[in-house]
């Protein structure tokens, strides 16, 4: 357990002393912190729209955003999520398994006797904790920013609700952080160890889903999930591949927490995504490389 907790205790300072992934985190806290101010405008913009065209006598329609749940303007930050936070992820778990190999340090690590999976528990813990930090601070900034959108506090159910919201996010951050871990342990050119990440990211958020939907990629750009088809070879491919379309699942999920329309079943939906944080997490604990590990005893 001492071993564990010295890893963690170290990643986090190694990884809050790295400047490289700044720039991908100030960007996410960045995204993340005015998606919800662009959620308002948005509505706000198109009500003004809406009252011209009713004063016109154009429409006899309700407003489309009338009785809308505060939690409503928030829902675009789950593609902030999936774009910016996933590679964020990602490419802090590169960075943590890459830190030895440049300091060469993992030969001196290999010469003590460490439990080499509990250094990679350890490390991935700081990252979890770092990553926990990060999710916190865009939910804090998201209830901040709707409270004083809508003139007053979140009840208790919307503030379970971006709370819930939050943890599904550290899940699947998580999940991108042990792809890149493994990648960066696995690989020996540090571009490859970048890239791979970004591959499978790619494969999983565009590639997958567009097999069982038939969307085009910009498609998937958007909070709501597309529909399976429900015909042809992409209804076999849909069910076949549907356990692999995390973000799909990651969006289904959201929606339902934050009040937007979703298609299939969100506890379905939140327990894929746990079971993707679970298992990579694990593979990046459990495989060994001599790249990395050197003799550290296992």
Known sequence: MSTVLTAARHELLASVRAKAPYALVAAFLGMVAASTFI???????????????LADGLTTQPNPF????????????VIYVLLIGSLMAATLGVQSALRDRRAET???IGTRPVDG????????????????????????ITWISVSAL?????????????????????LLLIGFAGIGVLSGRLLRRERTALLAPVVVW??????????????????LLNPVPLPAQDSGAFSWLSQLLSPLAIT????????????SSYTGSPLTSA???ALFACVAVAIAILIRSDRTTGGTHE
């Open 39 to 53: 959620g308002w405008r948005t509505s706000v913009t198109v009500t003004s729209i809406y009252d011209q065209v």
């Open 66 to 77: 009338t009785d809308v749940s505060p939690l409503y303007y928030v829902r675009n930050t």
């Open 106 to 108: 993992a030969a001196l």
């Open 117 to 140: 999976r509990a250094l990679r528990a350890g490390r991935l813990l700081g990252l979890g904790l770092l990553l926990a930090a990060l999710v916190g601070i865009t939910q804090i």
């Open 150 to 170: 809508v003139g007053g506090a979140l009840t208790t159910s919307e503030t379970l609700a971006i709370a819930g919201f939050g943890v599904l996010t550290w």
């Open 202 to 219: 790619a494969a999983i958020a565009f590639v997958v889903p567009q097999l069982g939907t038939a969307a085009r990629p910009v498609s």
């Open 248 to 259: 799909e699942h990651f969006k289904t999920a959201s929606a339902a927490l934050l009040g």
């Open 271 to 273: 327990i894929v995504v």
